[in-house]
């Protein structure tokens, strides 16, 4: 069964850094999200991507952040000068069809730990 | 602003045992709600209910929405220690976006 993979599974950077969290959504999928998960707490909606640009965005998903849908496949998530808060797991997740109202599917996440 | 609850949070049962997890919502537009269980990483989408009543089965998992009382349950039989997960809530409230609720930790000891 197809699913969205992300790379790297683990990411420590210093406080300071720019990271780049990358996914590869299923490849019929036409919805792009990026989440996020504190330890311990909920998962949190940061963004949603739709025809190359942003449809969505929470209050969480500011100037320190952006995506990118650089090639036909890959999705990106951009933290530029990451602060400690900021670690946490990041799920990208992706949708089929053009219309929503169905399923996202997830993938694995990458852990963010900010030094 | 939009609002997803869940109860318990946290449950430890028996194998062989029926759990009942829930979920309750408040949104300003809702269109579906979704059931997801995460185990170590990523969410595993489960369910989604669209109508009031109609219950949705799954080999040994079932869930049904109540649009009017606005809530959902996720029924468990004869629990097994592979359920042993967080059991997420999420509801579709015709943003680009789903509003999850902080999850219910089931551990399902043997």
């Known amino acids: 069964e197809p699913e969205v993979t992300q790379t790297p599974s683990h990411q420590v950077t210093q406080m300071g850094q720019e990271v780049i969290l990358r996914c590869v959504p299923i490849?019929?999928?036409?919805?792009f999200y990026w989440y996020r998960q504190i330890l311990g707490q909920k998962v949190e909606f940061l963004v949603s991507f739709y025809n190359n640009e942003i449809s969505e965005k929470s209050e969480i998903f500011d100037d320190q952040f952006s995506v990118e849908r650089p090639d036909g496949s890959n999705f990106t998530l951009k933290i530029r000068s990451t602060k400690l808060e900021d670690s946490a797991m990041y799920f990208c997740?992706?949708?089929?069809?053009?219309?929503?109202?169905?399923?996202?599917?997830f993938g694995d996440g990458t852990r963010l730990s900010i030094l | 602003e939009d609002k997803v609850v869940q109860s318990p949070l946290s449950l430890v049962v028996h194998e062989g045992d029926t759990v009942t997890l829930n979920c309750s919502y408040e949104v300003t537009n809702f269109r579906s709600l979704l059931w997801y269980k995460q185990e170590k990483k990523a969410p595993t989408f489960l369910f989604m209910l669209t109508s009031s009543g109609i219950e949705k089965k799954s080999g040994r998992l079932s869930s049904i929405l109540d649009k009017k009382e606005l809530f959902s349950i996720l029924n468990i039989t004869a629990t097994q220690t592979g359920d042993s997960a967080v059991y997420l809530c999420a509801v579709d409230n015709y943003g680009q976006n789903f509003v999850f609720g902080p999850g219910t930790r089931l551990s399902v000891l043997p």
């Open positions: 490849s019929n999928h036409l919805y």
């Open positions: 997740a992706s949708s089929p069809g053009a219309r929503m109202g169905q399923p996202q599917h």
